[in-house]
Nanobody, 125 residues
Framework: QVQLVESGGGLVQAGGSLRLSCAAS????????MGWFRQAPGREREFVAGMRYSGISGNETYYADSVKGRFTISRDNARDTVTLQMNRLKPEDTSVYYC???????????????WGQGTQVTVSS
């Protein structure tokens, strides 16, 4: 059974940084797509960043326009972890952040197969 456990959320002032981590278990994830979504109160869950397995060429990364240049996604296949480094945080980044994985890019980005429980990120102005 696939399990995803996030850590690293918290409260930070605008302009600050946070680092979210997600540990996956219950499968072999080196060829899986891994990523992050977020959901603010009263809003739909939205894609934040993802890594798409591309064979021998490694992984392709994708970001929502709202976080490009501020957030960086990375993964450690040896530890089955995915990390989201968030810099220059803004109050509008306040959300519950969810780790996600899918056996294909489509199954991460559009019909997400597996979710973590979420971790709260609050950015004060």
């Amino acid at each position: 059974q696939v399990q995803l456990v996030e850590s690293g959320g918290g409260l930070v002032q605008a302009g600050g940084s946070l680092r979210l981590s997600c540990a996956a278990s219950g499968g072999t994830f080196s060829t899986y797509a891994m990523g992050w979504f977020r959901q603010a109160p009263g809003r739909e869950r939205e894609f934040v960043a993802g890594m798409r397995y591309s064979g021998i060429s490694g992984n392709e990364t994708y970001y929502a326009d709202s976080v490009k240049g501020r957030f960086t996604i990375s993964r450690d296949n040896a530890r089955d972890t995915v990390t989201l480094q968030m810099n220059r945080l803004k109050p509008e980044d306040t959300s519950v952040y969810y780790c996600a994985v899918g056996s294909t890019w489509y199954r991460l980005r559009y019909t997400t197969e597996y979710w973590g429980q979420g971790t709260q990120v609050t950015v004060s102005s």
